[in-house]
């Protein structure tokens, strides 16, 4: 949590050339579009009604050989005003999209739908055969084939002149350039420069080969402002931002949150310490980074109300909050990312300063994704245990969830108790596991935690929300006494799908 009031040692002498700072997709009309939904003369108004969107995209055929084109159709219902696909906005006719597409290697096309009463995205993969694909590998392994029938023996044949050794086959395709692919105009960033504008349509910032590298003692390494929408990439290479957080480093620099209420010198904060901030009132894209050693990993403005997309990103040592919104704005679409090492997971409990603010139609979209929380030295106020996987308002103020193919891992102790969304602010729940790494005691200690006005304790929650959306929606495992915390996760795959995510991601690569 960033506590926007304190000041930020930063070179008041930057000058910015806004002459090339832009970033963002061409801009539509959804002004427009609501003004074609109004009624016509003489109807009654009283008819007109927003809608929740939700939307399908596929690809026909969903595996092409290279230079081979697919086709994707994306399908809307609901009320929309703005559609984008991969970060270009598109128009969408009688909510349906088609698009022939030709990669250059697996690649996971996303869509992301805004409307009046919500948003939505969707996803879908185009495989190149042969290529290697971008994600944790986790979709449905493909059937063996039938066996030839047995033959009858044939004569044999003469034998042939040895034939010639075949030619090297090329090097693997690099990784999708993902946005910065549907930029006209592109940026590129420098480890001297960390606030970026985005003033001017189809203008994205290249962070590749980049690293942010702090000494501890700044607030946010990179800043993005400006009202288009765009993408802030690492590309096929990756970026880095470190905060340079020690590991001991504490919440504050007061006593009751310093060890034996004695603070060290020097004394490193994470409470005012994050990645990335994005600013502004349009989508912003981020992909491909490393965000460690800092207090948040993103850390939205108050400034900022809209969606936020992060996809191949990877963290950790993050001391506070992954994912945070404190004044109720926006949400998240995050989307195949690993976090290997943080106190809490997604935070939308509103600051003071944000009260009153309705968050109850924000979206928050955590699809296939590893998260690991984590407890550090030097906690909030020296507590036990690592924080919430939600940190909630803990009232009906709460947004929309929707969490598919994620793992979490928590444990063995836990300081906060709110690792369940609310039953009926989640509207799409599956293929989720919880792995716990304390003991079948503490978990069932904590089920009749975390008291709500929905009525919901954490395990009435899981119960409720298995109950509408299937044993797959919460799929909770706890370690057994006779193995090791190391020894759980390796059974149940945990280290397995962290190797797997790191070879097949820029940003995984860098480490």
């Known amino acids: 949590m960033i506590d926007r009031n304190t000041p930020r040692a930063r070179n008041s002498s930057k000058v910015h050339s806004r002459k090339s700072l832009a970033f963002g997709l061409r801009a539509g009309s959804p002004a427009l579009l609501l003004l074609a939904a109004l009624p016509a003369?003489?109807?009654?108004v009283t008819s007109l009604s927003l809608v929740e969107p939700?939307?399908?995209?596929?690809?026909?055929?969903?595996?092409?050989?290279?230079?081979?084109?697919?086709?994707?159709?994306?399908?809307?219902?609901?009320?929309?005003?703005?559609v984008m696909l991969d970060s270009r906005e598109i128009t969408v006719v009688d909510g349906t999209y088609e698009e022939v597409v030709s990669p250059a290697e697996s690649t996971t096309y996303l869509a992301v739908v805004e409307g009046g009463a919500g948003s939505a995205s969707c996803t879908t993969a185009v495989f190149l055969r042969g290529?290697?694909?971008?994600?944790?590998?986790?979709?449905?392994?493909?059937?063996?084939?039938?066996?030839?029938?047995?033959?009858?023996p044939e004569e044999p044949e003469e034998p042939e002149e040895p034939s010639q050794p075949e030619e090297p086959t090329d090097p693997p395709l690099p990784p999708s350039l993902g946005c910065l692919a549907a930029a006209v105009t592109i940026e590129r960033a420098t480890s001297s420069e960390d606030d970026y504008y985005f003033e001017t349509a189809d203008h994205a910032v290249d962070a590749g080969g980049?690293?942010?590298?702090?000494?501890?003692?700044?607030?946010?390494?990179?800043?993005?402002?400006?009202?288009?929408?765009?993408?802030?990439?690492?590309?096929?290479?990756?970026?880095?931002?470190?905060?340079g957080q020690p590991f001991d480093a504490v919440y504050e620099c007061e006593?009751?949150?310093?060890?034996?209420?004695?603070?060290?010198?020097?004394?490193?904060a994470y409470h005012s310490a994050a990645g990335v901030a994005p600013h502004g009132t349009n989508l912003q894209v981020f992909e491909n980074l490393v965000i460690r050693r800092t207090g948040d990993g993103f850390s939205l403005d108050e400034s900022y109300s809209s969606t936020v997309v992060a996809r191949g990103i990877y963290m950790y040592e993050v001391h506070d909050d992954a994912f945070e919104s404190d004044f109720g704005k926006a949400g998240y679409v995050i989307e195949d990312v690993l976090v290997d090492g943080a106190s809490s997971g997604f935070a939308m409990r509103l600051r003071s300063s944000a009260d009153g603010a309705d968050q109850t139609d924000q979206v928050w979209e955590i699809r296939n994704s590893l998260v690991r929380l984590m407890s550090f030295p030097n906690n909030y106020k020296q507590r036990e245990g690592h924080g919430n996987l939600y940190k909630l308002e803990g009232d009906l103020n709460e947004p929309i969830f929707k969490i598919t193919g994620n793992t979490f891992v928590l444990g063995p102790v836990m300081g906060s108790e709110d690792i369940v969304p609310p039953?009926?602010?989640?509207?799409?729940?599956?293929d989720n596991t919880i792995l716990w790494t304390g003991t079948r005691e503490q978990w069932d200690s904590y089920q009749d935690e975390g008291h709500h006005p929905d009525g919901g304790d954490i395990g009435q929650r899981l119960a409720g929300l298995n109950a509408r959306y299937g044993p797959t929606c919460m799929d909770v495992r706890i370690r057994p006494d006779e193995l090791t915390i190391d020894e759980f996760l390796t059974h149940e795959g945990w280290y397995g799908l962290v190797d797997e995510w790191k070879a097949t991601h820029p940003a995984g690569q860098i480490g």
């Not at 290529?131 to 059937?143: A, L, Q, R, V």
């Not at 501890?216 to 905060?243: K, L, P, R």
């Not at 006593?255 to 490193?268: A, K």
Request: proline fraction near 8%; glycine fraction near 16%.
């Open 41 to 44: 003369c003489g109807e009654d």
């Open 54 to 82: 939700t939307c399908t995209l596929a690809a026909s055929p969903d595996s092409t050989d290279l230079g081979e084109s697919a086709t994707l159709d994306l399908a809307i219902s609901g009320s929309y005003s703005r």
């Open 131 to 152: 290529g290697k694909g971008k994600g944790k590998g986790k979709g449905k392994p493909s059937e063996p084939e039938e066996p030839d029938p047995p033959t009858e």
């Open 210 to 243: 980049v690293t942010w590298t702090g000494d501890g003692s700044e607030s946010t390494w990179v800043d993005t402002h400006g009202s288009f929408a765009g993408c802030f990439s690492g590309g096929t290479t990756g970026a880095v931002i470190d905060g």
């Open 255 to 268: 006593s009751r949150h310093c060890p034996n209420g004695d603070c060290p010198e020097p004394c490193y």
């Open 423 to 430: 039953v009926d602010q989640t509207h799409e729940c599956a």
